[in-house]
T-cell receptor, first 113, second 114 residues
Framework: SQQGEEDPQALSIQEGENATMNCSYK?????LQWYRQNSGRGLVHLIL?????REKHSGRLRVTLDTSKKSSSLLITASRAADTASYFC?????????????FGKGTHLIIQP | ETGVTQSPTHLIKTRGQQVTLRCSSQ?????VSWYQQALGQGPQFIFQ???????GRGNFPPRFSGLQFPNYSSELNVNALELDDSALYLC?????????????FGNGTRLTVT
């Protein structure tokens, strides 16, 4: 079953603009991760935020986590054509790494040149 | 540093047949996880192998089985294939089974069951 739900399902913006994607989840987590997937290829890990963290930055990426609302957001600043991809949030539950990650259905981001 | 490699890249099988997919872990990674990604969906966790034993499993029937070898490479076996097994199968390696270990994915095997 899918725990995370990304919003919007699809997003199209102009190059240079900022892109914001949201993720909501249902159960208690110990961390939330964001991955990128280019068409038909494997996923690439972008950033991990622990349940006791509220915000994290990595280059042009900014992730926030609100455990009281069970939601997270991923902001990509100054978007580039190469950012065109699907973005997934994935949650790790309190059971530990052996339970695997639970992924959402993803947001398909298109950057128009 | 060698990344995660999967073979074959594409495969077509007939309903009822059996299939074996292969994965080589990223150098230094001792844990392998397998995920199934249906078209338009996010990946779903099948199972995880650590020290050659299955140590975690998602909601998949027993006809999905796996192996991990001493060199940390892995196989996913699916018996009695069904049409709904058509999907992209992703292998991911990580260093340890810890909850904070990011996954490193291969490019997947696209399985089509006819």
């Amino acid at each position: 079953s899918q725990q995370g739900e990304e919003d919007p399902q699809a997003l199209s913006i102009q190059e240079g603009e900022n892109a914001t994607m949201n993720c909501s989840y249902k159960t208690s987590i110990n961390n939330l991760q964001w991955y990128r997937q280019n068409s038909g290829r494997g996923l690439v890990h972008l950033i991990l935020i622990r349940s006791n963290e509220r915000e994290k930055h990595s280059g042009r990426l900014r992730v926030t986590l609100d455990t009281s609302k069970k939601s997270s957001s991923l902001l990509i600043t100054a978007s580039r054509a190469a950012d065109t991809a699907s973005y997934f949030c994935a949650t790790g539950n309190s059971g530990g790494g052996a339970d695997g990650l639970t992924f959402g259905k993803g947001t398909h981001l298109i950057i128009q040149p | 540093e060698t990344g995660v490699t999967q073979s074959p890249t594409h495969l077509i099988k007939t309903r009822g047949q059996q299939v074996t997919l292969r994965c080589s872990s990223q150098s230094g990674h001792n844990t392998v996880s397998w995920y199934q990604q249906a078209l338009g969906q996010g990946p779903q966790f099948i199972f995880q192998y650590y020290r050659e034993e299955e140590n975690g499993r998602g909601n998949f029937p027993p006809r999905f089985s796996g192996l991990q070898f001493p060199n940390y490479s892995s196989e996913l076996n699916v018996n009695a294939l069904e049409l709904d097994d058509s999907a992209l199968y992703l292998c991911a390696s990580s260093l340890g089974t810890g909850r904070y270990s990011p996954l490193h994915f291969g490019n997947g095997t696209r399985l089509t069951v006819t």
